[in-house]
């Protein structure tokens, strides 16, 4: 999605941050229906034997769009960890370039270039779980409650009143 969007505004910033919320957008779409039956799955192993027989559940359940009733849920958990992942991504591309090109001679540099986005990749995922982590409890609680619980507010508030997500001290 980013050449789509390389020029939509001034800054490159922006343009990355709009293409992130765009492909995160399609993503929270398209992941629906399989969160939809994994939460399930780990929230009640009974629930179904394998991912087709819960799709299959599922839709005897609440019909072929049952799932998408998370989609606001599921956006707020992939649009942050899809601007975190892609934006940060680039960034630390170019940071541990920086840092091997300061670090290796140029023979060295020529092996271990390769290996930039491996290095980029860790920072950029953690950075990226971290920002998606509250969307993520809300879907989890969404998928849990369902949408007769006052939907992905009503999962949100329940978050909130619960201790915000967080297990109890010990």
Request: aromatic content about 8%; glycine content about 8%; hydrophobic content about 50%.
């Amino acid at each position: 999605a980013k050449p789509l969007f390389a020029h939509v505004t001034p800054s490159a910033f922006a343009n990355a941050i709009l293409a992130s919320c765009v492909a995160g957008g399609v993503a929270a779409i398209v992941l629906c229906p399989p969160e939809d039956v994994r939460i399930r799955m780990v929230s009640d192993p009974s629930y179904a034997s394998n991912a087709w027989e819960g799709f299959l559940k599922r839709m005897d359940e609440g019909g072929p769009f049952a799932s998408f009733a998370a989609a606001p849920a599921m956006t707020a958990k992939q649009v942050p960890y899809t601007m975190g992942k892609q934006v940060s991504f680039d960034y630390f591309c170019d940071l541990a370039h920086s840092a091997l090109v300061a670090a290796c001679s140029a023979d060295v540099l020529q092996r271990v270039d390769g290996f930039t986005p491996v290095i980029a990749a860790l920072p950029a995922a953690v950075l990226a779980c971290v920002l998606s982590h509250p969307g993520d409890a809300v879907l989890t609680e969404f998928f849990k409650a369902g949408p007769a619980k006052g939907g992905v507010l009503g999962s949100a508030r329940q978050l909130i009143a619960a201790g915000g997500g967080a297990p109890p001290p010990t």
